[in-house]
Structures are given as structure tokens and as C-alpha cells.
């Protein structure tokens, strides 16, 4: 059973740091496109970063600069460290999964493995 398990959420203030984590089981995750996406209240789920199984990584202008998507194969984890975290990137953080990145890494709708999310909070 393909199981995708987010955890690191919390509540920060601004120009804090949170590292978020997803705990991949079920298959090879290491061969797939990881995302990681972020839905606030009323706002449509937007992606943030992607990694493909090369390394290669992929960031939203929003967030370029500030936060590093990694994965650690051997322990079957994708990461998301955020630093200088804003007020404007408080949401329920999601990692997913599909077969390839390519231009379309931050279309959720091309997503199929989900996790069931992490609240990041950050306070002014």
C-alpha cells in the first residue's frame, strides 16, 4: 500500500525556520516526480517545489531562494526545508507524487499518491 506521511508543521514567526519531512512507503519512491504543494483557506493548492529522480528540482517564484526540497533515498524521505518563513506561507503543506516532473510538476491535478498534510503557521 502506497503511503505518503507528512510531519515538521508548526507555528513560526516570521523570518523563522521549519523543516518539513515526508515519509514515503509502499514503493520506490526514488524513481518518481516528489512534490511538495500548500493550500491556504480559500485558496486554490498551489505547488512549491518538485525533485525528479535525478536530483533535478523545480521552485515557485514565491518561495525561490527560501526553501530547499531534498530526499534521502535511503531513508525513503522528501524534505522541505523553509527558511525566512513570511506570513503568506501559512497553509496545510502536502507532499505527492507522480511519474515525471517535466513542466507540469506544479499542476496538482497531476498528482496521484498524496499525504494527508501538515499545518505550517506563521505569525507577524
Known amino acids: 500500500q502506497v503511503q505518503l506521511v507528512e510531519s515538521g508543521g508548526g507555528s513560526v514567526q516570521a523570518g523563522g525556520s521549519l523543516r518539513l519531512s515526508c515519509a514515503v512507503s509502499?514503493?520506490?519512491?526514488?524513481?518518481?516526480?516528489m512534490g511538495w504543494f500548500r493550500q491556504a483557506p480559500g485558496k486554490e493548492r498551489e505547488g512549491v517545489a518538485a525533485i525528479d529522480s535525478d536530483g533535478r528540482t523545480s521552485y515557485a517564484d514565491s518561495v525561490k531562494g527560501r526553501f530547499t526540497i531534498s530526499k534521502d533515498n535511503a531513508k525513503n524521505t522528501l524534505y522541505l526545508q523553509m527558511d525566512s518563513l513570511k506570513p503568506e506561507d501559512t497553509a496545510m503543506y502536502f507532499c505527492?507524487?507522480?511519474?515525471?516532473?517535466?513542466?507540469?510538476?506544479?499542476?496538482?491535478?497531476?498528482?496521484?499518491?498524496w499525504g494527508q498534510g501538515t499545518q505550517v503557521t506563521v505569525s507577524s
Open positions: 505527492a507524487s507522480k511519474s515525471l516532473c517535466g513542466l507540469t510538476w506544479a499542476d496538482y491535478t497531476r498528482y496521484k499518491t
Open positions: 509502499g514503493y520506490t519512491y526514488s524513481s518518481y516526480c
